[in-house]
């Protein structure tokens, strides 16, 4: 049984790479924009469709807000092809993805320790796609996996994204810092983000939703940052706060910070 994907953007994503023999549910009652998925679909000339009622749907989709409308692919995803080190992506290793730089050449890297949450997850992935993140890098363990909840809460995002996933954080931590990257970690106790001036190697770490950066991580940051607030309670959610810092870091680079709402 192939991948299968939720999420009316997630799915208009993955139809545009889907290969032969994938599959797209639809109910015989579902909303009327999956006709667009539909024609999607049959441009494609790769993905059969198929017309099911919406119990075997709900049965198909295990749970999942499915809205009528359900992607079963017949090989993974590019994000999870990447997420493995394995696929066809430009970028598998943060070696490769230094070495790809220009002499001059800006970037900007975000770097998540320990995001568990998968709905976070695909939600700083969207963020990153959005502000034009170069390269997102993540731990083997402790993170969250790339499964159909990442690729749905993205919007489809997860798939444009470069990523790596390593097996030391800090070990290619200071790789980036050896080619020109300064990197900035996010905390409540750290400078105030309006006082920070980021430079065109930058590299941002957001850490776990729980306790934050490891120990270890911490102390690789060359500098560390955080968002002034004013409200009742002391703290973002994650997903929150790196759409925050990609943001202001863009701002400052001059970057195009208009976005889709």
């Known amino acids: 049984m192939g991948e299968k994907i939720t999420g009316y953007h997630a799915i208009e994503e993955s139809l545009k790479e889907a290969c032969a023999g994938s599959i797209l549910f639809l109910c015989k009652d579902s909303e009327k924009r999956s006709e667009r998925l539909e024609a999607l679909a049959r441009s494609t000339k790769k993905v059969a469709i198929r017309k099911i009622t919406s119990m075997e749907m709900d049965r198909m989709a295990g749970g999942a807000d499915h809205r009528g409308a359900l992607l079963e692919l017949s090989s993974p995803s590019r994000f999870r092809q990447n997420h493995s080190g394995s696929g066809s992506g430009t970028v598998t290793t943060v070696k490769d993805f230094v070495n790809g730089l220009a002499d001059g050449q800006g970037a900007l890297v975000l770097i998540l320790d320990g995001i568990t949450d998968p709905q976070n997850m695909g939600a700083i992935l969207r963020s990153a796609d959005q502000f034009s993140v170069d390269l997102v890098m993540m731990p083997e363990r402790r993170s969250a996996q790339a499964n159909e909840t990442v690729l749905r809460i993205s919007s489809g995002a997860a798939q444009y994204v470069p990523t790596a996933v390593v097996t030391n954080l800090v070990r290619e931590m200071e790789l980036l810092q050896a080619n020109n990257f300064w990197i900035y970690g996010a905390d409540m106790d750290g400078e105030n983000l309006p006082n920070v001036v980021f430079p065109a190697r930058t590299a941002i770490v957001m850490g776990s939703e ?22 009742h309670i002391d703290s973002l959610n994650v997903s929150v706060a790196a759409g925050i810092l990609l943001y202001e870091v863009r701002r400052q680079q001059g970057k195009s910070t208009a976005i889709k709402i």
């Open 210 to 231: 729980g306790d934050g950066m490891s120990l270890l991580v911490h102390k690789r940051c060359d500098q560390i940052v955080s968002i002034p607030m004013s409200g």
